[in-house]
């Protein structure tokens, strides 16, 4: 089955605890992209990577970094969270070709950061 | 200042009628206006797009229309079915190099009720 794997689904951690939410896609898709969304403000793009390698920075990328080793994988760190931080965080894919902007979607991972 | 605006955080009809969900945007940049839909605890699902050279765009029970010169685009559900209870996302896209930047409303709570 096509799909985006986001894991955790629920998270709970304190400030300044270096976590790692993974993010899985098995269709071969070159484009990925991290989303948080919160209420009144939206979806809103944190960092994307257009193939392996090829990363840069959405519209709030402060706080959060990425790596894409793999085309599979695309994993957002949190070096060190912040209550600001806390949110509901969705991971996504694509096809570069074709197929423009109809992204595939994790489950999303619930962040707390206390 | 939100570029994409779904007004209506809500919208309740009866199941068989027909379900008009509405989008207003700003940026006469945009180029291609896609809808998404979202059930609890999954991430959003791409449901259906037009391109600005178009102005309708039909899939099944689901059509889009675009009114460029009042920069504004309806989902129209006919019939509307239990199973389309969901929240409903417009976004928007303009040519910005290769990233795959959505801009996206708020979203709209449908609820079809039997």
């Known amino acids: ?114 | 200042d939100q570029q994409v605006k779904q007004n209506s955080p809500s919208l309740s009809v009866q199941e068989g009628r027909i379900s008009i969900l509405n989008c207003d945007y700003t940026n006469s940049m945009f180029d291609y206006f896609l809808w998404y839909k979202k059930y609890p605890a999954e991430g959003p699902t791409f449901l259906i797009s037009i391109s600005s050279i178009k102005d309708k765009n039909e899939d099944g029970r689901f059509t889009v229309f675009l009114n460029k010169s009042a920069k504004h685009l309806s989902l129209h559900i006919v019939p509307s079915q239990p199973g389309d209870s969901a929240v409903y996302f417009c976004a928007a896209s303009r040519n910005a190099g290769n990233n795959r930047k959505l801009i996206w409303g708020l979203g709209t709570s449908l609820a079809v009720n039997p």
């Open chain 1, 1 to 114: 089955e096509a799909q985006v794997t986001q894991n955790p689904r629920y998270l709970i951690t304190v400030t300044g605890k270096k976590l790692t939410v993974t993010c899985s896609q098995n269709m071969n898709h070159e484009y990925m992209s991290w989303y948080r969304q919160d209420p009144g403000l939206g979806l809103r793009q944190i960092y994307y990577s257009m193939n392996v390698e090829v990363t840069d920075k959405g519209d709030v990328p402060e706080g959060y970094k990425v790596s894409r080793k793999e085309k599979r994988n695309f994993p957002l760190i949190l070096e060190s969270p912040s209550p600001n931080q806390t949110s509901l965080y969705f991971c996504a894919s694509s096809p570069s070709k074709g197929q423009r902007l109809r992204l595939f979607f994790g489950s999303g991972t619930q962040l707390s950061v206390l």
